[in-house]
């Protein structure tokens, strides 16, 4: 256990910024594996309507550190990917 005041608060910071990490982690997760579901059942219309709120998800646990930013670009690449599969191509 810390013994110095500074030593004290930075422990109690870390304990919050653990939970909050975990936390963006986790709303990823869920969020990845809703849309996963989705494009295995060739729902269009319910993919492109979670595909923001991933890309919300990641955006944010990048720009805090949770996820590099290359991660974050290949992952968005990836659900994009995967929907642009299931859209027919329209000119």
Same mark, same amino acid.
Not at 62 to 66: D, E, M, S
């Given at each position: 256990? *810390? ?6 608060k930075?422990l ?8 909050d990490? %975990?936390?963006?982690?986790?709303? %990823?997760?869920?969020?990845?594996k809703?849309?996963?579901?989705l494009i ?9 309507a %979670?595909?923001p709120?991933?890309?919300k998800?990641?955006?944010?646990a ?5 996820l ?10 990836l659900?994009?990917r995967?929907?642009?599969?299931l859209t *027919?191509f329209?000119?």
């Open positions: 256990m *810390p013994i110095t005041t500074s030593n004290k930075r109690r910071q870390n304990v919050k910024h653990r939970a990490n %975990i936390q963006k982690k986790r709303d %990823i997760k869920v969020l990845t809703e849309f996963e579901a295995v059942n060739k729902k269009v219309e319910e993919s492109k %979670i595909l709120k991933i890309y998800a990641i955006d944010k990048a720009k805090t550190g949770v590099k930013q290359n991660t974050a670009s290949r992952k968005k690449a659900y994009a995967h929907l642009n599969k *027919p329209v000119k």
